[in-house]
C-alpha cells in the first residue's frame, strides 16, 4: 500500500514538474547555447547478471562518440556523455531513463539490451518526448516513434537461418530456447516458416533463464536426431549447453546447430573449445573484411585492449551513435521530432557494410551473415544475404 | 521409451543428486548444524570455480606438462581458498551474528553482492573458460546408445568422496565429536571445557570449503562468472529445506528425490515445466511436513 503511495506521489510530482516547465524547455530551444556540448545518455546494466553483454556494447558507444569528438563534434557542439547503471533490473532501467531525460535531458539514449529492459523504458520514452537506440537484434513485434531499433529483427535472423539450414543441412529442426519472450517469439515465427519451406519440427523446448541442467533434452535431441538444432539460449545457460552437448558426443562437426544469440565475445565464456563448428547467424561477425570494419576493430582494440573481442550488438551500438548524428545534421537540429522524421530512408557505411534506416518502421536495412565458429573463437562466414528490409511484423 | 533411454535419464538423475547434494552439504552444515543463513553460499561456489581458473591458468602457462593434474589441485586450492574466506568471514562478522539470524541474512547477503562485484572487477564482467581437463573429456559407453559423459561421472565419485569425508569428520573424528556437542548443547559443552567459538570458526569454514570443492566440480558443467553463484543458491536452499534443515541424511534423500523427479519430468514437460512441477511438489510436501522429509523429534 506505502509502495502504491509512494509510486503515485512520485508520478504526480513528475508530472507537476513537467508540466511546470515552460513549454520550451522540453523542445529544441532547451539546448542551451551552440557552444556548449550536447548531451547524449548511455544506459546499459555494469553491475548484475546481463552486465557481461552490456559492459562491451556501453564501450562501443563511447568509442563511437569520442570519434566523433575528435571529429569536430555534431552541428560543432562536443557531445558529452551520462552514463548510468542499469543494472539489470528493469524498474531501474526505467527510473534511470526517467533522471536521463527529465533532469539531465539528453537529446538522444544509446542503450537497453535485452527485450524486457527496452520493454520497461518504453512508456518513459513516449511520455517525455525522448529518444531512445536499440542495439540488439531482437523479436520485432514492437513500434514506438520513440525508439530507432538497429538491431536485426526475426525477419533478418531467424527466417533467413531457417532458410539455409533447410537448404544445406536439412528439413528436421529442434528448438531449444531459453524461457523468455524473445525465444518463444522467435519460435512462433519459426515454426511455419519452416512448415512452409516443407520441413518438421522435431522437439521444442524451454529453460529458464540461468538454467545449468541439459542433460534431458540432450537426450531427447539424441531420440529425435533432428538434421539441425536451432538454439535461442541466451546468457550463461550458453556454457552448460554446449559443454554438456559436447561431452555427450555431440558437436558442431556431427550435428547442425545454429545459435541466433552467441556472439563471438559470448564465445570466451562458453568456452572456444566447446563452440567449434556451431553455426551462428547475425548481421555482423569480427572477421568481415572491409575497410569499415577493419578500422572499426583497430579503433576498438587500441582503445580497450588487444584482448578484447566484437560481436553484432557492439557494432550496431557504434553505428547507431553515428546514425544519430547523421540524423541530427541531416535535420540540423537536435528536436526529437525533427530527428526521427530526418532518420527515414537514411543511409550508413556501418562496420557491417552498408545499412538504412527503413522509410516508415524505425529499423534498418540489413544482411544476415552466417558462419561457423572456429577453434579461435572467430566466425568464418559462410553466407551472406543481400539487405534484407526490416519488418517487424511479419505476416506469417 | 527405449530401454537405452530410460537408463540414461536414470543416470542423469543420479547426477543431478550428487550435483545437487555437492551444492547442498556446504550449506547443510552451516545452515542445519549452526542456523547460520549464507545468503553468499552462492558466491563461495562463485569463488571455488575462480580458483579452479587461476589454477588452470597457472598450470598451462608454468606446468603445462602436468595440465591433467590442475583440475585435481584446483578442487584443493578451492577448498582452501574459501575456507580461509569463511574463517576471516565468521571471525570478523558471523561471530557477532549469531543471536540475531535475520541480521545475519542481510549481512551474508550483502557479502554476495560484494563478492560479485569483486569477481567482476577482478575477472571482468565476461565469463572465463574452465578448460576440461582431458580425462574428463567425452564419454563412457558401457553399451550402445548409453553415453554416461566422464564429467559426471567424476562429479558421481567425487560427491560420494565429499559424502564420506564429512561422516568421518563429522562422527569418527574428535572435531567432529566437539561440534556435535556444541551443536546439540552449546553451555554444557562449553562447561565440559571445549572451545566453542573455535568449533563454531571450523564448522563455519568447513562449510564454505564444502562450497568451494562444489564450485570447482561444476565449472565442468556450467559456466564461471560474476553471477554464478545465483543460479546455484535457490537449488541449494530447496534441497536443504525440502530435507530437513537438521538433518545432513535429509539433504542426501532430498537431492536424490529432486534430482530423480527432475530427470523423469524433463521427458514428457519442457524443462521449464519440470522446474516447476518440482517446486509446487516441494511446496506441498512442505505444507504436510514443515520442518522438512527429516525433521529431528525433540520436545520444544
Known sequence: ?396 | MSVDMLLSQIFNGLSLFTILALMAIGLAIVFGLMGVINMAHGELMAMGAYMTYLTSVIFSRWLPGVMGASFLVGIVVAFLTTAAFGLLLETVMIRHLYKRPLDTLLATWGVSLILQQVFRQVFGPINVSVPTASWLQGAWSPMPGLDLPLARVFIIALTLAVALGVYLFLFKSRWGLRIRSVMQNRAMAGAAGINTARVDAVTFAVGCGLAGVAGSALTMIASTGPATGQQYIVDAFIVVVFGGVESLIGTFVSAFMIGQMQSLFEMPFSGSMAKAAILLLVIVALYFRPSGLFSIKVRR
Open chain 1, 1 to 396: 500500500m506505502t509502495k502504491t503511495r509512494r509510486d503515485f506521489i512520485k508520478t504526480s510530482l513528475a508530472v507537476a514538474v513537467a508540466s511546470a516547465m515552460p513549454a520550451g524547455l522540453l523542445s529544441s530551444t532547451s539546448f542551451a547555447a551552440a557552444s556548449d556540448p550536447v548531451k547524449v545518455g548511455i544506459l546499459h546494466s555494469l553491475t548484475g547478471s546481463i552486465a557481461i553483454a552490456e559492459v562491451g556494447v556501453a564501450d562501443a558507444e563511447k568509442l563511437a562518440i569520442e570519434e566523433i569528438n575528435a571529429a569536430g563534434g555534431v552541428l560543432g557542439r562536443q557531445i558529452e556523455v551520462v552514463q548510468e547503471d542499469g543494472a539489470s533490473d528493469n524498474p531501474v532501467f526505467a527510473e534511470k531513463a526517467q533522471k536521463l531525460l527529465v533532469s539531465d535531458k539528453v537529446a538522444a539514449v544509446f542503450g537497453c539490451y535485452t527485450s524486457a529492459s527496452r520493454k520497461a523504458v518504453l512508456p518513459v520514452f513516449e511520455r517525455y518526448k525522448g529518444l531512445l537506440y536499440y542495439p540488439t537484434h531482437d523479436e520485432g513485434l514492437e513500434f514506438s516513434n520513440n525508439i530507432m531499433y538497429t538491431g536485426a529483427d526475426a525477419v533478418q535472423s531467424a527466417i533467413p537461418a531457417i532458410q539455409w539450414l533447410a537448404e544445406n543441412k536439412g528439413k528436421t529442426f529442434f528448438l531449444i530456447g531459453s524461457d523468455f519472450i524473445y525465444p518463444r517469439t522467435t519460435n512462433r515465427i519459426a515454426r511455419p516458416t519452416i512448415a512452409k519451406l516443407g520441413g518438421t519440427v522435431v522437439g521444442e523446448d524451454y529453460f529458464p533463464l540461468g538454467s545449468t541442467e541439459f542433460s534431458s533434452v540432450i537426450n531427447k535431441i539424441k531420440a529425435a536426431k533432428p538434421d539441425a538444432i536451432l538454439s535461442t539460449i541466451v546468457g550463461d545457460s550458453n556454457v552448460s549447453f554446449y559443454k554438456q552437448l559436447n561431452s555427450a558426443g555431440i558437436t558442431g562437426d556431427n550435428q547442425a546447430i545454429l545459435a541466433l544469440a552467441v556472439s563471438e565475445e559470448e564465445a570466451i565464456g562458453i568456452g572456444r573449445e566447446n563452440l567449434v563448428g556451431v553455426h551462428s547467424c547475425m548481421g555482423y561477425f569480427q572477421s568481415i573484411d572491409s575497410p569499415e570494419n577493419q578500422k572499426f576493430v583497430a579503433a576498438f582494440k587500441a582503445r580497450y585492449g588487444a584482448d578484447r573481442v566484437l560481436g553484432d550488438t557492439m557494432a550496431a551500438a557504434y553505428a547507431s551513435v553515428f546514425l544519430w548524428k547523421l540524423a541530427v545534421e541531416k535535420a540540423g537540429s537536435f528536436d526529437v521530432p525533427q530527428v526521427v522524421a530526418a532518420s527515414s530512408n537514411l543511409e550508413y557505411t556501418a562496420p557491417e557494410g552498408q545499412v538504412r534506416l527503413h522509410a516508415s518502421n524505425h529499423r534498418l536495412w540489413k544482411h544476415a551473415r552466417i558462419g561457423k565458429f572456429k577453434p579461435d573463437g572467430q566466425i568464418d562466414i559462410l553466407f551472406e544475404s543481400p539487405l534484407i528490409e526490416p519488418n517487424p511484423f511479419p505476416k506469417l
